[in-house]
């Protein structure tokens, strides 16, 4: 049987950070049985599949309590069948997790957490308009240590506007002395539907975040972290096979608002409004709001463009032979090489995959 990895979209939010233009609700809190209830409807057109991991991402999904966690979970564990050590991530903000809370997502079969730690630095936090300040962070990763996790990733955020030198060196070695087993980095980007947008922030020249960004993998690979994608580092064997998943190019199920997912040649989109998501579902009508259907040529091309993310690249046979003289003029040119029939990107091309990407298509 064909497996598949779940996506479940959890929008619920305390308050919005300033940089967030993610699918998020603030305040709806009352509204979580409802949308728990939705999600099982909606699980129920993909009951029977295989699934090879499963993430809670959001908006905040620690802030569901100990009632729609077993619910959530009863369900994927009646429709979907999957092995017992599959990586089952929840994604979780400082300021919603305590012990109570971490011990019922160990409970429920989480056995990976993403921390959305973004900074070592008070003053950094507060300017993103996070809704917690450092030690808050440190305390919720020694809880869900204390809780049993030992596959913690922890979100690092960079590029603020007047970010120092040294200020980014003390925030990646006080993340790196934390001791996850993960890392994903984040440039600090001005998205439109972001409170930062609306202000007309302006970020700094890329040069300087270039070199910003080689100084953190430099450090990271310091403190024992192996880059295996663009963004994203771990310790040897922590590497996450949901996000994996993504950049390999195979199928995944998206639930929940705004969750979009893949079946192989399809990609689709939900809606992306919170009511509109729980009308439509409360009507048993469909939340998918629209899709596209990739041709031969745009599932080679993406499996390219995904694949140069990861160290591990792609094998030379997978590049289409009409690209083959512009990739051979990259290679010479140092951004990419070729190691062992696999096309991969240099450190040097990783600073500009996003202009060799574009110009691939
Ligand atoms: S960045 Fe994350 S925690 Fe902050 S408002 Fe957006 S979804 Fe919520």
Redesign the pocket.
Known sequence: MDTTSLYIHI?F?S???L??S?V?A?GQEHRREEYVNALIREMKNEAGKKLKSIYFG???PSMLDEKHLDTLMDAIRNDFSYQNDIEITIEV?PESINYQKAALLKRNGFNRVSL?VQSMNDRYLKFL???HDVSAAQNAFYVLREAGFDNINLDLMYAFPGQTQEELEEDVRAVSLMGSEHLSLYTLTIEPKSRFFAAQMKLDDDEKLAEHYLLISHILNEYGFKQYEVSNFSKPGFESEHNRNYWRGYPYIGLGVGAHGFTGRRRYWNTSRLQDYLDLMAQGKDVIEGYEDLTDDQLIMEKVLFGLRMNEGIPWTLVPPAKAELIQIWIHGGFLSIEKGYLKTTDRGRLLLDELSSRLI
Request: charged share 15%; net charge positive.
């Open positions: 929008p939010c308050r919005k950070c940089f967030c993610f998020m603030a959001g908006g905040t903000n959305g308009g996070r809704g």
